[in-house]
């Protein structure tokens, strides 16, 4: 299988950079959101690797938790389904075969990550992403990390344009 379309070194949280000095939004499972300079060791979303989730340690993250995360997940919809908090995002696709294109990048970038979220092609053309952490029965921050990381892969291409876009 081919590599994504996407390089480490163009990977940037947001917001990173703010009046010319690099910041990072660093979110603590208790919830406590810390701005922190770039002269100290910062870690976006999208630099930091899932672990596994077989970690006794590993507990559902709360709400609150969630929503300090969330800005480095913009496009992303924070949903409740059933008591169960996940992550969710919905694109159009070109064609029924884009659609089975757009899940091989993201195959492959979930596999390197160990961590797997539930992908649908609806109709022909409708692909959602849904992503908790099966495991721990909600979110953790590794479904942060890997909403990030799919956010950052290059699927412009297989997407359909929305007709604002051409003109």
Known sequence: MDGPAFTPTSWCCNPCVVIGVSLCLVSYEIG??????SSKRL?????????????????????DAAHTLMPQVA???LVNEDGIMKLRRSWTVKTFTKGLEFFKIVAFLVENE???????????NNVTIEIW????????ENDFILAAKIDKLDLLDLLRRKPSDSH
């Not at 406590?32 to 300079?37: R, T, V, W």
């Not at 160990?114 to 022909?124: E, Y």
């Not at 952490?133 to 953790?140: D, K, P, Q, R």
């Open 133 to 140: 952490t099966h495991a721990v029965g909600g979110l953790t």
């Open 114 to 124: 160990g961590h797997h979220p539930d992908l649908h092609l609806v109709g022909w």
């Open 75 to 77: 496009e992303w919809k």
């Open 43 to 63: 870690y976006c979303l999208i630099e930091k690797k899932c672990v596994p989730c077989n970690l006794k340690e590993l507990q559902p993250m709360s709400a």
């Open 32 to 37: 406590l959101l810390m701005l922190q300079n």
